[in-house]
Each structure stands twice: as C-alpha cells, then as structure tokens.
C-alpha cells in the first residue's frame, strides 16, 4: 500500500523550514576546513557576507540565536551589572534565564506597548552612578518582537534609543533574530535600521531558511572578544562549513521573499478576525506573526491547538488563551487559507 501523504501545516515557528534542494546540494559541495584555527572558507566567506550586508567590520558564525544574544552580553557586561529590556522579550523569556546563569548579570525590565520600548521608560530604569547600586551595563532592544506580535521598531526611535544610550555612556544590543523582517516591513536595509547598534545578532535558521545558525555582527574588536567567549560556551565549530554553505544562500536568497510571509500573515489575520471565539486586531500585523487571543470561545489554547493538530494544522500556545501562528517560506498562501479554514471549522 502507498504512502498516504498528509500535508501538515506548521505554523508554530519559522524555525522549522526545511532546507531546500538548492541548499542541500550547497551543503554537499561545501569547501570546509577547521574552524577553530579560522580556516573554513565557507564559514569566513559567510562572516564576510554579513558584515558587508550589515556596513560593519566583522561577524561571527554562531551555532544558535541563544548563543549569539548571551555571548553579546558576556561581551558587554560584568557580573553584578544589569542588562535593560522589554518585560516579554526572548532574552528574557526564553534563554533559560542565561544572562543571570552564565553572564552574572541582572535583567532590568522595562514595560512597554507593543513590545517597543521608549527612551522615557528606557531612561527611568537606567542606575544612578553610585558605587553601591548595580550598575545599567546594556541596553537590549528587540526588532521585530516576538512576543508582541512580530512588531517593528520605528527606525528614528531605535535611532534616538542608541543615540541617547551613548550620551549616557551605555551599549546597546540589538536581538534582531528577525531583523531582515523588520527592514522589509520598512522597506529600508538592514544597515540602515541597526546602523547604530553596538552588536546585532541575527537568525539564519528563521524567516531567511537555513536549518541552523544565526550571526553576531559588530566591530573587528567586539568579534574577537566574542570567538573567545563563543569557545567558552563550547560553541568553538569545526568543519561548519557545512552549515555556513546553508547561510550564505539564506543571506542572499531569504530576504527579498520575506514580503511573501507578510503578506500571508496579514491574509491569515483577517481571515482570523472574523472567526467566532478569537480576538485579533489585523491591522496591528506587521510582518510574519500572528497572536490572537481565544478567551471568548471558553477553550484553552491547549484545547484549541489539539483539535486544530486533528485537522493537520499545528501552533504554539502563547499562554493559556493566546495562540502564536508564524508565516514561513514552508507555507504557501493555499496552505494559509486552508490554515483560517481550519481554525473557522474548529471554532464555530
Ligand atoms: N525564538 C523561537 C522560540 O524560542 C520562541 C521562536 O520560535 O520564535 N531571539 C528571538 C527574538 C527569537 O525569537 C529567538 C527564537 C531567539 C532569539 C533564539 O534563537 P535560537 O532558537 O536560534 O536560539
């Protein structure tokens, strides 16, 4: 007996792209060497490549995003110091705590709309200089923002937030995880809108396809205190070139579709808003995720996501009425229709 193929629609995260043939055949063909002695030319082509794309000196090839935030944070900060960012941010949400764990380091949370912070509250979380008070090392902004909905920052305002941080004699991170979102839904460069940044980490293994890897991006003298610091977490790579050859295609071929999964994502908003039982602004969606909250149907997200699963639909549970669906190059906009179809069906 054949086979039966069920076309399951993923929609928990864009993390879970496949790698294309194109890719595959990239990652077989790949020129590799040892990595820790700085010779795989896949890799140093791909470090290359991202700190031209980004206008900066240098970038380091780092095994996940995790890594690449906390090893910024090592780099900016000492123990006993605090980093500022947004209460519902990733580094502080879902990094297993490691900015305290491994960097010694407290969070400083800032509130804010949308998950956009504003200098005015940045300001106000920002120490005293007083030698017994811990002391505001970093500031970490998030561009899009997961957690709130895949929102974007302003470019004059993270402008500002740098600027003003500087004044103060303060770092600023950027986890741009899905940065290249963020710059497409601005139809502005990547240079452009993190040009003022101290350090960016950015995801390959997101909206951009590759199935590992993300990007440190910064100067020649913050990248090197990074590979020091990338070896102390025991993410010093070998023959990467492997993975790197995956990157390079996803740098140059993953952001000029990116246009496509926000298309899809607002698609799928409207068709959402009008379901019974969901509570979703659509025009609050601004690039390849959607949340929306199911708390007047009466059902759990947990409810909901396992009778959705039963129609070969998959998300993740935000909390316990908010659900996360992610548009991503794996799904195509019959899939997305389909997706609404389902939810629709699941809800009335
Ligand atoms: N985000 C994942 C989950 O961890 C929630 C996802 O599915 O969205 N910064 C941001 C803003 C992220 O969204 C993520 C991953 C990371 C950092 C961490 O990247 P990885 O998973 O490569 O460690």
């Given at each position: 007996?054949?086979?039966?193929?069920?076309?399951?629609?993923?929609?928990?995260?864009?993390?879970?792209?496949?790698?294309?043939?194109?890719?595959?055949?990239?990652?077989?063909?790949a020129?590799?060497?040892?990595?820790?002695?700085?010779?795989?030319?896949?890799?140093?082509?791909l470090?290359?490549?991202?700190?031209?794309?980004?206008?900066?000196?240098?970038?380091?090839?780092?095994?996940?995003?995790?890594?690449?935030?906390?090893?910024?944070?090592?780099?900016?900060?000492?123990?006993?110091?605090?980093?500022?960012?947004?209460?519902?941010?990733?580094?502080?949400?879902?990094?297993?705590?490691?900015?305290?764990?491994?960097?010694g380091?407290l969070?400083?949370?800032?509130?804010?709309?949308?998950?956009?912070?504003?200098?005015?509250?940045?300001?106000?979380?920002?120490?005293?200089?007083?030698?017994?008070?811990?002391?505001?090392?970093?500031?970490?902004?998030?561009?899009?923002?997961n957690?709130?909905?895949?929102?974007?920052?302003?470019?004059?305002?993270?402008?500002?937030?740098?600027?003003?941080?500087?004044?103060a004699?303060?770092?600023?991170h950027?986890?741009?995880?899905?940065?290249?979102?963020?710059?497409?839904?601005?139809?502005?460069?990547?240079?452009?809108?993190?040009?003022?940044?101290?350090?960016?980490?950015?995801?390959?293994?997101?909206?951009?396809?590759?199935?590992?890897?993300?990007?440190i991006?910064?100067?020649?003298?913050?990248?090197?205190?990074?590979?020091?610091?990338?070896?102390?977490?025991?993410?010093?790579?070998?023959?990467?070139?492997?993975?790197?050859?995956?990157?390079?295609?996803?740098?140059?071929?993953?952001?000029?579709?990116?246009?496509?999964?926000?298309?899809?994502?607002?698609?799928?908003?409207?068709?959402?808003?009008?379901?019974?039982?969901?509570?979703?602004?659509?025009?609050?969606?601004?690039t390849?995720?959607?949340?929306?909250?199911?708390?007047?149907?009466?059902?759990?997200?947990?409810?909901?996501?396992?009778?959705?699963?039963?129609?070969?639909?998959?998300?993740?549970?935000?909390?316990?009425?908010?659900?996360?669906?992610?548009?991503?190059?794996?799904?195509?906009?019959?899939?997305?229709?389909?997706?609404?179809?389902?939810?629709?069906?699941?809800?009335?």
């Open positions: 007996m054949a086979d039966t193929v069920i076309d399951v629609i993923d929609l928990r995260s864009d993390t879970v792209t496949k790698p294309s043939p194109d890719m595959l055949r990239a990652m077989a063909e020129v590799v060497g040892d990595d820790v002695f700085l010779e795989d030319p896949t890799i140093n082509r470090q290359e490549r991202a700190a031209q794309v980004f206008g900066r000196e240098a970038s380091l090839f780092v095994p996940s995003g995790t890594m690449g935030n906390l090893s910024c944070i090592i780099a900016h900060t000492r123990p006993g110091q605090e980093v500022i960012c947004e209460e519902t941010g990733h580094i502080y949400n879902y990094e297993m705590g490691s900015m305290s764990a491994v960097a380091v969070p400083r949370v800032v509130r804010s709309e949308d998950g956009i912070m504003n200098w005015e509250s940045i300001a106000a979380a920002i120490r005293p200089k007083i030698y017994y008070r811990p002391q505001t090392a970093l500031i970490s902004l998030e561009n899009t923002h957690m709130a909905g895949g929102t974007v920052y302003p470019t004059r305002l993270a402008h500002e937030i740098c600027d003003k941080a500087h004044d004699g303060i770092p600023v950027l986890d741009g995880a899905r940065v290249f979102n963020a710059a497409a839904a601005l139809g502005a460069g990547v240079a452009e809108i993190s040009g003022k940044f101290d350090s960016i980490q950015f995801c390959l293994s997101k909206g951009l396809g590759a199935p590992v890897g993300s990007m991006v910064g100067s020649r003298e913050f990248i090197e205190k990074c590979r020091s610091i990338r070896k102390m977490l025991g993410g010093g790579m070998r023959q990467a070139g492997v993975l790197a050859a995956a990157g390079l295609l996803a740098l140059e071929h993953g952001p000029g579709r990116l246009h496509v999964d926000h298309e899809n994502a607002k698609t799928l908003a409207a068709r959402l808003a009008q379901t019974p039982g969901i509570t979703l602004n659509p025009a609050r969606v601004q390849n995720i959607v949340i929306f909250d199911i708390r007047k149907s009466g059902r759990t997200s947990g409810e909901f996501l396992k009778a959705l699963a039963a129609k070969h639909v998959l998300g993740l549970p935000v909390d316990n009425t908010r659900i996360r669906f992610v548009t991503h190059l794996d799904v195509s906009s019959r899939q997305i229709e389909a997706a609404a179809t389902a939810a629709y069906e699941v809800m009335k």
